[in-house]
């Protein structure tokens, strides 16, 4: 067991979490049964399967998942059409009385999504009066079969608010609005939830991607019966944009809310950085339909020991801890430059960096067929590290500064007497250093 | 050069990129049978799965917590008859190459200064151990664990046992040792090297110096012989030998060795480092003489082939029955009878049948006896009220180590005969437990 001083639990929305690891709203969460094993595992809330009325009929397409495979690499993403749940509203809410009861120490947020002003409130309602800690408002599943739900409320902004609103006013449990990644800027429906009352975001839903095209029939996958269609694209392919909307809204002064991590978490490394970026409680689907509610042991006891190595005891003091340090690309310095360097003890031949370097970079590296070693000429490295990406020995390539006073070498000419034959006025005017489009 | 060179340092393992790579190869299985093939339950499911996560140093925590002696498990296990065999990677390739990324994971928290093994509370009990062995080790430093003053009392100038005076030192060096038995010191072990307990009822006396336990652990170190006449220049034992060349006269059996003809009798895997070490000590020919065929043989597959391919000798179907010597009383060959297999045996092996008149004589300089180890012969003196069976192997009870006298535990070799280190250390890990509930359950009293 990691040393027991170090305490993970961590506050959010004025509950106490003892850990900051949830289960996402989605199959991982459909039912107490699961959801309860999960609590054995070490999983220390959940976000329930988003709760349906009863007023429509939920019935999901089949088959109901693809898997976004990279080579050898198994479930770099999934792509699913699955719907909010489909089970009976008694069950799940007897399911909540069943949870509160055996696990009153763990944290039970109810995920609702209605159709109407009354039908957000009826569920809200309903999850409130039968245990539900807190709410999360799913303003953000991509391909609900029914339209007006689902990111199309999360991409219109007015509705965020009046829904959040409305929920608000009909519940005094904290509510948290769960947003969709399919817009540009995040920061701007988040406030509306604000607005609206929201205590807490949580961020990010699904993608909406298609992963793979059947080339035997032609149809986009998962293939219904003969049709495909752009659906929510989940796991580590996504992690990337799940952490730019997380920090941006964690920088965002005037949101100044809580946050909830999700998108492609799989190891406690994946979770850190949503808590370095902002989230102070982090969610999980996709790691889980990958490996099983297991993977929480090693979130708890890796973070565990980082924190332990690093003298931190509380999680909380590393919420946003990186954020200092992100800036936008205009703060760079660019008077300091670099290069690789390479430590060919190592090398084993197999010339993967000649390629990329000869054919996506800066022609810095020449081949020693006889010896089958690459040797760099520093002036002409760019120091983008494509080669250092496709090295398969760890550490052969690394990145060191060079003084300021060298100099990288211009790109080759192919053939400098056509200078002559180019037909161009210099470009003289003045202007602003910013796009005034 | 000098030969000691080609036994100083053993091969290199993975490095953090291969181990990862490894894992991440893995099939995480559910109700892993890896972890149920581990006589040790050192878990690999737990730690491969724990590296693929990324909880490296929790992938660490479980192999030393629940095998302190989890490095040198991971070099020497024959995994391939333990934890590897029954991966379900295998179904679709490989089996997953479990022990190297064990091996690597203790060498990484040696590397890294991470370390795991924390002590409980202190308990006043003081236990006494017989022997610094795999077994021996793994009891102190589980009691040490609990809290418990241990005392461990080895006869040989420095703790290991087998890992120290045994294996030859290409396959497992003494830096690894000595990085392994810090692990062990730092829980405050006391270690009384050079200290016997070889006299008349001496371990049974500990219970009676201040120790409330005995934990008996003195291993198998008598050579089994071929025959009474054990004195003749040029002719050793393996035991013997082994030790002599990890006790500092490598360049010593060099200058017997190099360029001279050595046979070494027998088949197993104490034969495979006896043949080794003479191949890298300069032999010019080194025969292995085996009465039974190869399939036979105990010695583990790729021993076998590793053997063959540096240029071992395979004599097999050849059964020794005596020495020939020079005039100088020096050994000058070794006579052999050829054999055929006949029915199977109690072993399960087919028997070999000495082929009447084909007797023949192998020119040797040296000949090194590898045909088993046994109990010292004075060791039931050592512990006159422990019962014994008809080899000298102490009986247990296996589920507790306890032997048939109070507060009297023995484990490892010298109770399973010739097994292996993993075994030894789940001997240990028994009996620790089954001796911390032995003294709790007296001290209520
Ligand atoms: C050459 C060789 C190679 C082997 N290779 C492998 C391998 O690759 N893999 C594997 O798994 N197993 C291997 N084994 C088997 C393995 O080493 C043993 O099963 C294991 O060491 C048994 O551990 P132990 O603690 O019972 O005894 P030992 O390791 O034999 O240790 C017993 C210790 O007790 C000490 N001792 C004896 N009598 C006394 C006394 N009266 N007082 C105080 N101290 C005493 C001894 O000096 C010794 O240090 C090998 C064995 C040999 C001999
Ligand atoms: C099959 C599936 C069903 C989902 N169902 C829901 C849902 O009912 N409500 C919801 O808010 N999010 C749902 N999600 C989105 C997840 O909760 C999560 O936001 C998203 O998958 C990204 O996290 P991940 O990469 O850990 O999977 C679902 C995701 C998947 C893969
Ligand atoms: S995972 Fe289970 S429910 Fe899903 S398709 Fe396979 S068998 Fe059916």
């Not at chain 1, 949101?255 to 949503?274: Q, R, V």
């Amino acid at each position: 067991m990691p040393k027991k001083s170090i305490d993970l639990s961590i506050e959010f929305c004025g509950k106490t979490f003892k850990n900051p690891f949830l289960l996402s709203s989605s199959p991982v969460s459909n039912s107490a049964e699961m959801v309860a094993r999960s609590f054995d595992a070490g999983w220390s809330g959940v976000v329930f399967k988003t709760l349906n009325s009863d007023r429509l009929k939920i019935t999901h397409p089949s088959p109901r998942m693809n898997a976004f495979h990279y080579g050898a690499k198994r479930v770099v993403g999934v792509q699913n059409v699955e719907q909010i749940s489909d089970r009976p509203l008694m069950d799940n809410l007897a399911d909540f009385l069943y949870l509160k009861k055996h696990y009153p120490e763990h944290v039970l947020i109810s995920s609702i999504m209605g159709f109407s002003n009354d039908e957000w409130a009826y569920l809200a309602k309903v999850s409130e009066d039968n245990g539900a800690d807190m709410l999360e408002l799913n303003f953000s599943c991509p391909h609900m079969c029914i339209e007006g739900t689902g990111h199309h409320v999360g991409k219109a902004f007015d509705l965020i608010e009046r829904f959040t609103t409305t929920v608000k006013n009909t519940v005094s449990i904290p509510v948290i609005a769960k947003m969709t990644p399919n817009i540009t800027d995040m920061t701007e429906p988040a406030i509306y939830a604000k607005q609206g009352g929201a205590d807490a975001i949580s961020a990010i839903n699904t993608v909406s991607g298609i992963s793979e095209v059947g080339l035997e029939d032609l149809v986009p996958k998962p293939n219904i019966f003969g049709i495909g269609a752009v659906s929510g694209t989940s796991g580590p392919a996504i992690k990337p944009i799940g952490l730019h909307f997380i920090a941006d809204m964690a920088q965002c002064e005037d949101l100044a809310i809580p946050l909830s991590g999700i998108g492609g978490i799989e190891t406690w490394i994946d979770a850190l950085e949503y808590i370095l970026l902002g989230a102070s409680t982090i969610q999980v689907t996709t790691g889980i339909m990958h490996y099983g509610y297991r993977i929480v042991e090693d979130m708890i006891e890796g973070l565990s020991d980082f924190m332990a190595q690093r003298g931190v005891t509380r999680i909380s003091d590393l919420v946003g801890k990186a954020l200092p340090n992100l800036k936008t690309t205009d703060h760079f310095d660019l008077g300091r430059q670099g290069v690789t360097q390479y430590d060919l003890d190592k090398c084993v031949g197999c010339g993967q960096c000649y390629i990329v370097c000869t054919d996506a970079a800066g022609q810095a590296l020449e081949w020693d067929a006889e010896k089958r070693r690459p040797s760099l000429i520093e002036d002409k490295c760019l120091s983008c590290m494509l080669c250092s990406f496709v090295c398969p020995v760890p550490d052969l390539i690394a990145f060191k500064e060079m003084p300021v006073t060298w100099n990288r070498a211009e790109t080759q000419v192919m053939d400098k007497h056509l200078e002559k034959e180019i037909t161009l006025e210099p470009f003289t005017k003045e202007g602003p250093n910013e796009c005034t489009c | 050069m000098s030969y000691a060179d080609n036994f100083s340092k053993m091969q290199k393992g993975f490095d953090m990129g291969q181990a990862i790579a490894e894992a991440d190869r893995c099939l995480l299985c559910h109700d892993a049978p890896c972890s149920k093939g581990c006589p040790a339950d050192t878990d690999p499911a737990s730690f491969i799965k724990k590296l693929r996560f990324r909880n490296v140093t929790g992938a660490i925590r479980t192999i030393k917590t629940n095998n302190i002696l989890g490095g040198a498990c991971g070099v020497l296990c024959p995994t391939a008859e333990l934890c590897e065999k029954e991966c379900s990677a295998t179904g679709i390739g490989q089996p997953i190459a479990i022990g190297k990324i064990q091996r690597f994971l203790v060498e990484h928290a040696h590397e890294t200064g991470f370390e795991v093994v924390e002590k409980k509370n202190q308990r006043s009990e003081k236990v006494a151990i017989v022997g610094s062995g795999p077994a021996g080790l793994s009891c102190a430093a589980e009691l040490a664990r609990e809290g418990f003053p241990v005392t461990v009392f080895e006869a040989r100038g420095e703790p290991g046992g087998v890992l120290r005076y045994g294996v030859v030192s290409y396959r497992f060096d003494m830096d690894f040792l000595a990085a392994e038995m810090a692990d062990i010191k730092k829980l405050g072990v006391e270690f009384k090297c050079g200290s016997s307990i070889d006299s008349q009822n001496k371990a049974e006396d500990l219970l009676k110096n201040s120790y409330q336990a005995v934990f008996l652990a003195p291993g198998l170190w008598d050579a089994v012989r071929l025959q009474e006449k054990k004195d003749i220049k040029g002719l050793y034992g393996s035991v013997a030998y082994l030790e002599a060349l990890r006790d500092g006269q490598l360049d010593a059996f060099a200058g017997k060795i190099e360029n001279k003809t050595v046979a070494v009798i027998g088949g197993g895997s104490v034969a495979m480092d006896c043949i080794g070490a003479a191949i890298r000590l300069g032999a010019k020919d080194v025969y292995l003489v085996y009465r039974r065929s190869y399939t036979q043989m105990p010695a583990e597959e790729d021993e076998k082939i590793e053997a063959l391919n540096e240029g071992i000798h395979f004599l097999l179907l050849n059964q020794p029955i005596d020495y020939v010597l020079g005039d100088d009383g020096g050994l000058k060959g070794l006579k052999l009878v050829r054999t055929a297999l006949g029915d199977v045996d109690a072993s399960g092996r087919r028997s070999p049948v000495n082929i009447e008149g084909s007797e023949w004589v192998l020119p040797a300089d040296l000949v090194i006896e590898a045909i088993g180890n046994k109990a010292d012969d004075q060791s039931p003196a050592w512990y006159p009220q422990v019962k014994l069976n008809e080899k000298k192997l102490i009986q247990v009870d296996p589920d507790t180590g306890k032997t048939s006298m109070d507060g009297i535990f023995a484990g490892g070799d010298i109770v399973r005969g010739p097994a292996l280190v993993v075994n030894a250390v789940q001997d240990g890990k028994v009996a620790a437990l089954a001796i911390k509930a032995y003294l709790s359950q007296k001290s209520e009293e």
